[in-house]
């Protein structure tokens, strides 16, 4: 059983979805993000995270994979302020919503005025909800961006062991280790963190606190990155008890921390959740198939 | 233009009866947690509080089965006819009380109010309060909520309106009650727990199904024993021989189905293709099958 802390399922296809359940992905988190072209109103924002929290969750429910979501302003939106100051209006009553697991994904981009006033806004938010929170850090100038965030998030009293940085790579996990936090590895197929280099760094740092995910989004991008990063890891000497915690208790463990997901919730679901139409794993099921809605009326 | 008398229900009462519901079924934190939260609604003074209630009520409510006893289902039958809050849970009638308590006696002011909440709600809000529609005031001024829950692709958000609701039969057109009969099968819910079934059947109803169900024939697809329930008074010797053709060759359940139809159909010729399946015929006959148990 493997959880994908990170995937924007919303940009994938029902393709991916069966893949993942086949190979074992029981669980995944949706962070809110940039959808790769920038929202001009609050309107269609309040509509995205309603997807995410509708629409997204039923899809992913038929090929029995349980979906949960971060609820936030991303970096590269806050530097629209009329949008940012909309979007912080509508936020709390979004992240207050069954299966939401954390604020994210939050942080920085460019690291400007504007995204570092919205992203202190969005750690308070997290404080006051108690909701643990993701941390995305910034592509470029990625080191000093990353020590930054946590800077800020131990000045606003946040707790380390409530808060995921991700996207962490060779040159940020000894700080992001030292100084309390979970760290993220986004294994992507060309870029950020290969399975490779995470084998190795589980080898240098220990499992404790490591957290493998696929970022998967509208790019180039592999939905499997976590089931691959766990054969790759097993393959390569690390023990079974390492291999789970990187891919799927660690991340259990501190997005449970928000009251919205448990083992249960996969494990021993209802026949038929009222909620999403859960179909159960296919995986854990034995051969279930996936009741998508029939062609033609996907289209309605 | 509805077939049925709309009944229209106070605020008060709807409340006064999903109060007396949960609480049996409410800790005393949940139930001082509830009590907060419908005065803070009632009394208007903060526009967000209904969005932030309806959220939280799962994780303070709880999300166990309503399972009302016999003697509550009767009272809720009593102040709403046709209620039936099979399947419902605890969190979604709290739910549907903290939408009632935003009605604060102008009609038009909680027309808004739903449609606010409904505007950013999550899939599991959304079958809440889509439950609740047949407890709502101002019946025909949330239709268009009704036919949004209807055309969701979201099959439990689909059911919310359409399974065990007194509401469409009520409000609903003969176009929007026939798309919500024909959608039913083309998702592959079932059609026995729509309320108003029979009473509601209607020719175009009938045309749509006929030419849906050639098509799947078509396409050597099976058609759900069900569809030929709202054909049948309306069936000629076409539908008559297709149904003899299933009564000889289908499955027990759409053997079953096309025995029912038959039984229910005007034309003579239904009677002779009823009688090559006498057993079959006489278990229709008795009542020991009837619709709901088919499948």
């Known amino acids: 059983m493997f959880i994908d802390p990170h995937a924007h399922m919303i940009s994938r296809t029902t393709d991916d979805y069966e893949a993942m359940a086949k190979a074992g992905v029981v669980a995944v988190i949706e962070p809110a993000f940039w959808i790769g072209q920038a929202r001009t109103n609050v309107g269609s924002y309040r509509d995205y ?13 038929q090929f029995g994979v349980r979906h949960y979501c971060c609820i936030g302003l991303n970096s590269k939106e806050a530097n629209n302020e009329e949008l940012a100051e909309a979007v912080m209006d509508i936020l709390p009553g979004f992240a207050t919503k069954e299966g939401v697991v954390a604020i994210g994904e939050i942080g920085y981009d460019e690291q400007t005025a504007l995204e570092d006033k919205y992203f202190r806004l969005q750690l308070d938010l997290a404080r006051d909800l108690d909701l643990p929170v993701m941390i995305h850090t910034p592509h470029r100038d990625k080191k000093r961006g990353a020590s930054r965030s946590m800077d800020v998030i131990l000045e606003h009293k946040l707790d380390p062991s409530r808060v995921v940085i991700d996207h962490v790579n060779e040159e940020t ?25 995470m084998a190795a760094l589980v080898k240098t740092y220990g499992a404790e606190r490591l957290i493998a995910d696929s970022a998967c989004d509208w790019g180039v991008s592999d939905p499997l990155s976590v089931p691959k990063t766990a054969k790759l890891m097993a393959d390569s000497g690390i ?3 390492d291999v789970r915690l990187v891919t799927y208790a660690n991340a259990l463990a501190v997005y449970g921390k928000s009251g919205q997901m448990a083992e249960a919730d996969w494990l021993s679901p209802e026949p038929i959740d009222q909620r999403t139409l859960y179909q159960g794993n296919t995986v854990l099921r034995g051969g279930q198939t996936p009741r998508m809605p029939q062609s033609g009326s996907g289209n309605e | 233009m509805t077939a049925f008398p709309s009944q229209t229900i106070e605020a008060e009462k709807a409340m006064q009866l999903l109060n007396a519901w949960l609480a049996p079924r409410l800790t005393s934190d949940a139930a001082a947690w509830l009590a907060s939260q419908l005065a ?12 932030i209630a309806v959220g939280l009520a799962p994780r303070k409510v709880g999300k166990t089965d309503l399972d009302l006893t016999t003697d509550e289902a009767e009272a809720g039958r009593t102040v709403r006819e046709g209620l039936d809050a099979t399947g419902w849970s605890v969190d979604q009638a709290a739910r549907i009380l903290l939408a009632l308590a935003s009605h604060r006696g102008d009609d038009e002011q909680f027309v808004v109010s739903l449609d606010r909440v ?11 309060l889509l439950r609740g529609l047949p407890l709502y005031p101002a019946p025909q001024r ?19 309106v359409a399974h065990r609701n007194p509401y469409p039969r009520e409000q609903f057109s003969e176009a929007q009650w026939n798309q919500m009969v024909v959608k039913a099968l083309f998702i592959e819910s079932r059609l026995c727990p729509i309320q108003g079934l029979d009473a509601r059947r209607n020719p175009d109803l009938a045309r749509m199904l006929i030419d849906y169900a050639a098509e799947r024939r078509a396409a050597g697809r099976a058609i759900s024993p069900e569809l030929w329930r709202c054909v049948a008074p309306f069936a000629g010797e076409a539908e008559v021989a297709t149904l003899g053709d299933i009564l000889r060759a289908g499955t027990d359940a759409e053997r079953k189905g096309a025995a029912l139809a038959l039984n229910d159909c005007p034309v003579p010729s239904a009677r ?23 499948a």
């Not at chain 1, 000894?174 to 280099?197: C, L, N």
């Not at chain 2, 949330?142 to 919310?160: D, K, N, T, W």
């Not at chain 2, 002779?272 to 148990?293: H, I, K, Y």
């Open chain 1, 49 to 61: 995270l309603s997807h995410i929290l509708g629409f997204e969750r039923f899809r992913a429910g």
């Open chain 2, 142 to 160: 949330i239709l268009h909520r009704a036919a949004e829950g209807v055309r969701s692709a979201m099959q439990p958000i689909f059911e919310a």
């Open chain 2, 272 to 294: 002779a293709a009823l009688a090559t399946a006498p057993e079959l015929a006489e278990t229709v006959q008795s009542g020991r099958v009837f619709w709901d148990n088919i």
């Open chain 2, 118 to 128: 409904l505007a950013a709600a999550e899939i599991g809000e959304q079958i809440a």
């Open chain 1, 173 to 197: 996990i000894q700080e992001v280790k030292d100084r309390g936090f979970w760290a993220a590895f986004s294994i992507y197929p060309h870029s950020k963190m290969t399975a490779e280099r």
């Open chain 2, 40 to 51: 803070i609604i009632a009394s208007g003074e903060k526009p967000m509080q209904l969005a």
């Open chain 1, 239 to 241: 023990s079974a008890e």
